[in-house]
């Protein structure tokens, strides 16, 4: 089974420009998180989508950050303008079916970011 | 309000020797927890959870974690270490709050294991 995929794995800007990280959860996975971790810390979620639809963004800073899963299935993460404190790894995960208390997330290997 | 605490940044033992990394959380409900490894430019990876059923859990790789709701620990232990548990160890409780499941995880366990 081909696992969470998550492109380019590297990813060096500097400050103030625009970034995209894209995510192809594994097939038939309804459920689609974006989490960032930044070095030294666990991952904290920024977003969860239910197919296309946002079940939670509440950590998500909506003025810079913006994510969407257009039909369900791949996601888009996008950060506009990037600051020094959004380097970090970008991690997406998916898990089967409708997210629940004891859903197990399968994660992608993450796209690690630094801001110049 | 929900939280989880990883007592320990980092935990060195010798191989062969047995492992424990701990972890307290705090849950208005009741809680699932897991324990996720995270090998060098690798994804995490589901290690154990406990979903309310047996408190003492088995995972993959030998490890086994025992859920004590008197002490809200859900530590994670392992008989014999080896090189290849080298790695960041992260807890993660799941329970529902206002809103929906949220789920947070710790701030992670850095293994280190020495031949």
């Known amino acids: 089974e081909a696992g969470v995929a998550q492109s380019p794995r590297y990813k060096i800007i500097e400050k103030r420009q625009s970034v995209a990280f894209w995510c192809n959860p594994i097939s038939g996975h309804a459920t689609l998180y974006w989490y960032q971790q930044i070095l030294g810390q666990g991952p904290k979620l920024l977003i969860q989508f239910q197919n296309n639809g946002v079940v939670d963004d509440s950590q998500l800073p909506k003025d810079r950050f913006s994510a969407e899963r257009l039909k369900g299935v791949d996601s888009t993460l996008k950060i506009q303008p990037a600051k020094l404190e959004d380097s970090a790894v970008y991690l997406c995960a998916s898990s089967l079916g409708r997210a629940a208390l004891n859903t197990e997330a399968f994660f992608g290997q993450g796209t690690r970011l630094t801001v110049v | 309000a929900q939280s989880v605490t990883q007592l320990d940044s980092h935990v060195s033992v010798s191989e062969g020797t047995p492992v424990l990394l701990r972890c307290n959380y705090s849950s208005s409900y009741s809680p699932s927890l897991f324990w996720y490894v995270q090998h060098p430019n690798k994804g995490l990876q589901l290690l154990l959870k406990?979903?309310?059923?047996?408190?003492l859990v088995k995972g993959i790789n030998g490890f086994e974690a025992e859920f004590k709701k008197s002490e809200t620990s859900f530590h994670l232990t392992k008989p014999s270490a080896h090189m290849s548990d080298a790695a960041e160890y992260f807890c993660?409780?799941?329970?529902?709050?206002?809103?929906?499941?949220?789920?947070?995880f710790g701030a992670g366990t850095r293994l280190f294991v020495k031949a």
């Open positions: 406990y979903t309310s059923a047996a408190t």
């Open positions: 993660v409780v799941s329970d529902l709050q206002s809103g929906g499941f949220k789920t947070i």
